[in-house]
């Protein structure tokens, strides 16, 4: 089975990837210039057009418009950057989706993530290897001094894409179709998909299997898939190819350490089942109930009062975002071989990378001189290295769009409260899910701006049904008036010095 359609297009990590690789594919083909006033090569009479600051050659659709080329000119098949045909369904249903009744939005917006979802009799095709390469090609190759392996975070994107760094994911989701389990019923996925998940670990014994159901935030798109995050316990060898050819002797490999841990379900060997995820409800909450969750199930019409799971026996790093330890043997051995220095980029849970970010940023565009009074305020997937650097905006990522993160955001305005513009991309996923900060309270984020408070992108009175914020926000951002050059990359000792002694931050020096 090809990469492309085994891997989630809608997921973190994916979005994440797709979007530092093109930033990176840009600068290494030379479409963007640092330290051009225009920030990219070409036409100066182009300068000022933010329309034209897009790739020339873009689709006439600029919702879906790309800001580099689509990859290397090779078979569509193999070209890493094309956003595969699951994601284009759901840009167009999307976009389709935002005009309809909530019923038939929602119903929209699940069955185009159904789309994108692996077929069960070919979850057995799937190769760890093939899905190796598949990351490692989204780059275009050439040298750089820093390299990150590792959790998926927002914040970590703006910091490689500071550095000019790449980053390959140590996660990646594989959705896959079924029928016939209530988004309430973890123990009956569990039951129905016991055996695909033992097939998919049979074939890849680098792999470890976290099978996730999560009923919150996810509720539209299990109600017909089902999530298998897989993460490699070993360093594959596309991954150890590309970082040989990456990192010269004395290069630095950091490796993301989410070190969040979640009660699991031992399933088999490299198997474990998680029930929720990482927002608004807490364990207790996904275990046991409570009004919180029964006024959610009321909600949805559900005859379920409270959620149902296997009982947890053990704890793993969270399928989504935590580190697997693992992998850092191979790393470590890598690196004394290669002659790198390998350093632990610890952070407690996502997000905790966000506040040291921003103010790096920050302080990295006064030294430049760049006024740092605007803030990019961004969630989940919605991520823009390129346009966080092109508009002087300093980038704040909150990992979803629940109580919790929008608390953390303005406890960092507390503490750095004179932005003179304030945007925020709001994500949506379709539910009014427990925890979910709404969009009055992300209001009154951006009332903190002293200037401009705005929603990019996103239209509050349909939220957190918007589903076009994934391909407006971008576009919008790309508007944004005052271009900066891009900066020359930092280094790895600037990053280092900035990061020490932040909260919830620790760079640990591996050897080297």
Known sequence: MRPR????????????????????????TGRIVRGDPMGRAGDPDRAGDASLAVNPNRAENPDVAEYTDRGPASAAEHDPGDPGPGTRVLAAAATAANRM??????????????????????VAEIDSDDLAEWV??????????????????????????????????????????????????GARDLDRMRSTGEALVRRNPDWR??????????????????????????????????????????????VSDCALRT?????????????????GATQDELRHGGPRVRAHLRAQGSDYRRFVAPEPDGEHPEAEWGFAPELMGDLAELARREGWRLVRLRHDEPGSLSPAVADLYRDHYRRRGVPPNRLLAETFMLVEPYWALRTGSVPYWA??????????????????????????????????????????????????????????????????????????????????????????????????????????????????
């Open 5 to 28: 359609r085994a891997v989630a297009g809608f997921d973190s990590a994916t979005a994440m990837l797709r979007r530092l690789a093109s930033f990176d594919a840009a600068v290494r």
């Open 136 to 185: 490692a090609g989204h780059y275009r190759g050439g040298r750089s001094d820093v390299a990150f392996v590792g959790s998926a975070d927002g914040a970590l994107i703006h910091l490689a894409a500071a550095l000019g760094a790449p980053w390959l994911p140590q996660t990646l989701l594989i959705p896959v179709r079924r029928h016939g389990v209530p988004p309430e019923d």
């Open 399 to 512: 990992v979803f769009n629940t109580e919790p993160a929008q608390r953390a955001l303005a406890a960092y305005l507390d503490r750095s409260p004179d932005f003179e513009e304030i945007r925020l991309g709001l994500f949506s996923h379709g539910v009014d899910s427990v925890g979910l900060a709404g969009a009055a309270d992300w209001a009154g984020v951006l009332e903190r701006a002293t200037k401009v408070g705005t929603f990019l992108g996103t239209d509050p009175g349909r939220y957190p049904r918007d589903f076009a914020v994934l391909f407006r926000f971008r576009r919008d951002l790309a508007r944004v008036r005052g271009r900066r050059p891009l900066p020359d990359p930092l280094s790895w000792e600037e990053v280092a010095e900035a990061l020490a002694g932040k909260p919830g931050v620790d760079v640990i020096p591996e050897h080297g």
């Open 209 to 254: 299997l976290h099978h996730m159901h999560d009923p919150v935030q996810d509720r539209l798109m299990i109600a017909h898939m089902c999530y298998f995050r897989v993460k490699w316990l070993r360093l594959p060898e596309a991954y150890r190819a590309f970082l040989r050819a990456t990192l010269p002797r004395g290069g630095t490999l950091v």
């Open 263 to 279: 009660p699991t379900t031992a399933v088999g060997e490299r198997y474990v089942f998680q029930h929720g995820g990482f927002g």
């Open 101 to 122: 009744p909530r019923g038939a939005k929602e119903r929209l917006y699940s069955a185009s993530g159904w789309a994108e979802a692996v077929p069960r009799r070919r």
